[in-house]
């Protein structure tokens, strides 16, 4: 089955770092760029960045600037999103997705499940 | 940066009726380049439409999408119970990729 599977709930205090995994199921990861979105409670969708396929390249919403990292390794065929120095405002859902196409970086149609990241003192 | 603005902020109609969403950007996006989502709670988001007007892989014909430049527009031509959720627009014009602030479907 063709899926992204991401790493499970997080709580952590204010300050602290978090480091979320998204490992492709059913189809080959390196091929393809992916997404980090992020929703806090009753809040819209947010767009946090995107890493290339090769992980040589990586693009970040000006909002995460400094405080951000995705990575990728091949050998586990996982993506990662490195948040650092979190706030409490950074209490979100964080989602990664795959884009349409390979090599291409819009429209993301495969979503994994989410992971809650609660950061709290 | 391109800015997008989602209208209505909430609307409220009942199954059967038609829904047109409203996405507007602060500037001028190429129309290959404009998505739509559906998100309900507790789920991840769904595709519903790509290059402003393309449905995704098994979405209903209910669901279309048109408009160009600054302005798009999601309808839905007759609403199904499940229908009920929030929709964003997002562009891939140009980093950041940014969402609209959504509009929520409501009974």
């Known amino acids: 089955q063709v899926q992204l599977v991401q790493s499970g709930a997080e709580v952590k205090k204010p300050g602290a770092s978090v480091k979320i995994s998204c490992r492709a199921s059913?189809?080959?990861?390196?091929?393809?760029?992916i997404h980090w979105v992020r929703q806090a409670p009753g809040q819209g969708l947010e767009w946090m960045g995107i890493?290339?396929?090769?992980?040589?390249?990586?693009t970040y919403a000006q909002n995460f600037q400094g405080r951000v990292a995705m990575t990728r390794d091949t050998s586990t065929s996982a993506v990662y999103l490195e948040l650092n120095i979190l706030r409490s405002d950074d209490t979100a859902v964080y989602y990664c997705?795959?884009?349409?196409?390979?090599?291409?970086?819009?429209?993301?149609?495969?979503w994994g499940q989410g992971t809650l990241v609660t950061v709290s003192s | 940066e391109i800015v997008l603005t989602q209208s209505p902020g909430t609307l409220s109609l009942s199954p059967g009726e038609r829904a047109t969403l409203s996405c507007r950007a602060s500037?001028?996006?190429?129309?290959?380049?404009l998505a739509w989502y559906q998100h309900k709670p507790g789920q991840a988001p769904r595709l519903l439409i790509y290059g402003a007007s393309t449905r995704a892989t098994g979405i209903p014909d209910r669901f279309s999408g048109s408009g160009s430049g600054t302005d798009f527009t999601l309808t839905i031509s007759r609403l199904e119970p499940e229908d009920f959720a929030l929709y964003y627009c997002?562009?891939?014009?140009?980093?950041?990729?940014?969402f609209g602030q959504g509009t929520k479907l409501e009974i």
């Open positions: 997705a795959r884009p349409l196409i390979e090599y291409s970086g819009s429209f993301p149609d495969l």
């Open positions: 500037q001028t996006i190429n129309s290959n380049y």
């Open positions: 059913g189809f080959t990861l390196s091929t393809y760029y």
């Open positions: 890493i290339s396929p090769s992980g040589s390249s990586t």
């Open positions: 997002q562009h891939f014009d140009s980093s950041p990729y940014n």
